[in-house]
C-alpha cells in the first residue's frame, strides 16, 4: 500500500458542521479500518499539530465540513509541515471555498453558471438598502437564490419567489458570513457530480438527481433520512448525463482541485448543466452524495477512501 500504514482522521471541528464532520469522519475511519490501516480519529484541538509534529502519521485525512476544514488554512498548515493529506491543496480550498470566486474562474474555463452579484454587509450600510434593493430588482429578476459567499451544506440559503423577501434572505445570509452572493435561481434537474482521482487523473461519478420532498434541498433535507429522494444514476439522457459529467471535470480542473470533490449543478429544460458550486470535502455520511455515487459505481467504499489515502502521499 505504498507505504500508506497510519492514517489520522479529523473531524468535528468548530464550524456550524461539526456534527455533520463527526459522522464523515467516523465512516471514513471506519472504512480504512477495515482495510487493514491503523486509523486515529481526533477531533482537532490546540494540541493537534503539536502531535502531529512528535507522531507523525503517514497521511491526515481532514474530514472537517465547513470553515475549518475547507477555507485552505488547516490544509496549509498541513502543507508547513511537510504532513500528506487527502484533498485540494490549500490555495484550490480557498479558490473553490468561496463561492463568487469559484464562480469567475469556473466561468472563465467556459462553464455555464447562473448570473448573481456578490454584496458584502458593508454595502448596505454605504450604499442604502432600498437603492441596493432596486438595483437588483432591474438585473435580477425572481427567483432568485441568496446564500452566504462562504459556507457549506445549504445554511443560510433562502429562495426568493417575492421581492418583499430579500431583506430577511439578505439578514439569513449574513448570519452566517459577511458577504452574500444573490443569484438567479435556473429551473431544472438538482443533480451533484462527484470526482474522484487515485493517481490516473479526474473521474466523474454517477451524477445523484436530488428531489427533497419540501422542494428545497435544505440542511434538514441533506442529513434526515427520509426527508429527500436520490436517484444514482440521475434520470437523464445519455447525452445530458455525459455533458454534466464533462462540466464537473471541468470544474473541478479549473478549481485545481485534488482527489476527491463534488461539484454541484442544475441541468434546466435545454439539457445545459449550470454550476453552482464545488465541494472541496464532499459529506461522507450515510445520507450524503459521494458515498452514494460510489457505491452506484460499483465502488467499494474502504477501497476508494485507501486509495485516495495512498494518493496523498504522491501529490
Same mark, same amino acid.
Not at 498541513?78 to 484533498?87: I, K, N, T
Not at 437564490?145 to 451544506?153: D, T
Given at each position: %500500500?505504498?507505504?500508506?500504514? =497510519?492514517?489520522?482522521?479529523?473531524?468535528?471541528?468548530?464550524?456550524?458542521?461539526?456534527? $455533520?464532520?463527526?459522522?464523515?469522519? @467516523?465512516?471514513?475511519?471506519? /472504512?480504512?479500518?477495515?482495510?487493514?490501516?491503523?486509523?486515529?480519529?481526533?477531533?482537532?484541538?490546540?494540541?493537534?499539530?503539536? #502531535?502531529? @509534529?512528535?507522531?507523525?502519521?503517514?497521511?491526515?485525512?481532514?474530514?472537517?465540513?465547513?470553515?475549518?476544514?475547507?477555507?485552505?488554512?488547516? =490544509?496549509?498548515?498541513?502543507?508547513?509541515?511537510?504532513?500528506? *493529506?487527502?484533498?485540494? &491543496?490549500? /490555495?484550490?480550498?480557498?479558490?473553490?471555498?468561496?463561492?463568487?470566486?469559484?464562480?469567475?474562474?469556473?466561468?472563465?474555463?467556459? $462553464?455555464?453558471?447562473?448570473?448573481?452579484?456578490?454584496?458584502?454587509?458593508?454595502?448596505?450600510?454605504?450604499?442604502?438598502?432600498?437603492?441596493?434593493?432596486? !438595483?437588483?430588482?432591474?438585473?435580477?429578476?425572481?427567483?432568485? $437564490?441568496?446564500?452566504?459567499?462562504?459556507?457549506?451544506?445549504?445554511?443560510?440559503?433562502?429562495?426568493?419567489?417575492? =421581492?418583499?423577501?430579500?431583506?430577511?434572505? %439578505?439578514?439569513?445570509? #449574513?448570519?452566517?458570513?459577511? $458577504? !452574500?452572493?444573490?443569484?438567479?435561481? +435556473?429551473?431544472?434537474?438538482? +443533480?451533484?457530480?462527484?470526482?474522484?482521482?487515485?493517481?490516473?487523473?479526474?473521474?466523474?461519478?454517477?451524477?445523484?438527481?436530488?428531489?427533497?420532498?419540501?422542494?428545497?434541498?435544505?440542511?434538514?433535507?441533506? #442529513?434526515?433520512?427520509?426527508?429527500?429522494? *436520490?436517484?444514482?444514476?440521475? @434520470?437523464?439522457?445519455?447525452?445530458?448525463? !455525459?455533458?454534466?459529467?464533462?462540466?464537473?471535470?471541468?470544474?473541478?480542473?479549473?478549481?485545481? %482541485?485534488?482527489?476527491?470533490? =463534488?461539484?454541484?449543478? +442544475?441541468?434546466?429544460?435545454?439539457?445545459?448543466?449550470?454550476?453552482?458550486?464545488?465541494?472541496?470535502?464532499?459529506?461522507?455520511?450515510?445520507? &450524503?452524495?459521494?458515498?452514494?455515487?460510489?457505491?452506484?459505481?460499483?465502488?467499494?467504499?474502504?477501497?476508494? #477512501?485507501? @486509495?485516495?489515502?495512498?494518493? /496523498?502521499?504522491? !501529490?
Amino acid at each position: %500500500m505504498s507505504g500508506l500504514k =497510519r492514517v489520522v482522521v479529523l473531524a468535528g471541528g468548530i464550524s456550524h458542521e461539526r456534527d $455533520v464532520s463527526l459522522r464523515s469522519g @467516523r465512516r471514513v475511519a471506519d /472504512s480504512l479500518l477495515e482495510h487493514g490501516l491503523e486509523v486515529e480519529l481526533r477531533d482537532p484541538d490546540a494540541s493537534l499539530l503539536a #502531535y502531529l @509534529r512528535d507522531n507523525r502519521p503517514d497521511a491526515v485525512w481532514p474530514a472537517l465540513h465547513g470553515a475549518s476544514g475547507e477555507d485552505g488554512a488547516l =490544509r496549509g498548515l498541513l502543507e508547513f509541515l511537510g504532513v500528506p *493529506f487527502v484533498g485540494s &491543496s490549500s /490555495s484550490a480550498a480557498r479558490l473553490a471555498w468561496d463561492k463568487p470566486t469559484a464562480k469567475i474562474i469556473v466561468a472563465r474555463a467556459g $462553464v455555464a453558471t447562473p448570473r448573481s452579484i456578490t454584496l458584502g454587509r458593508d454595502a448596505f450600510r454605504e450604499l442604502g438598502a432600498d437603492a441596493i434593493f432596486a !438595483a437588483i430588482d432591474d438585473e435580477l429578476p425572481v427567483p432568485l $437564490v441568496v446564500k452566504p459567499a462562504q459556507g457549506g451544506s445549504a445554511q443560510g440559503v433562502t429562495i426568493v419567489t417575492e =421581492r418583499e423577501a430579500m431583506p430577511r434572505a %439578505m439578514v439569513e445570509a #449574513y448570519t452566517y458570513w459577511d $458577504v !452574500a452572493l444573490v443569484e438567479q435561481q +435556473i429551473t431544472g434537474t438538482e +443533480i451533484a457530480v462527484g470526482v474522484i482521482d487515485t493517481g490516473d487523473g479526474p473521474v466523474a461519478l454517477p451524477a445523484v438527481e436530488i428531489e427533497p420532498l419540501s422542494g428545497v434541498y435544505s440542511f434538514e433535507a441533506r #442529513y434526515n433520512a427520509g426527508e429527500t429522494r *436520490f436517484y444514482t444514476p440521475a @434520470r437523464l439522457s445519455d447525452e445530458v448525463t !455525459a455533458r454534466a459529467a464533462e462540466t464537473a471535470v471541468a470544474a473541478h480542473v479549473a478549481l485545481g %482541485m485534488r482527489h476527491l470533490s =463534488r461539484v454541484d449543478l +442544475i441541468v434546466d429544460g435545454a439539457g445545459t448543466p449550470w454550476f453552482l458550486e464545488a465541494n472541496v470535502l464532499p459529506g461522507l455520511t450515510e445520507t &450524503s452524495l459521494l458515498p452514494q455515487a460510489l457505491e452506484a459505481a460499483g465502488h467499494d467504499l474502504g477501497w476508494v #477512501y485507501t @486509495r485516495l489515502a495512498e494518493a /496523498s502521499l504522491t !501529490a
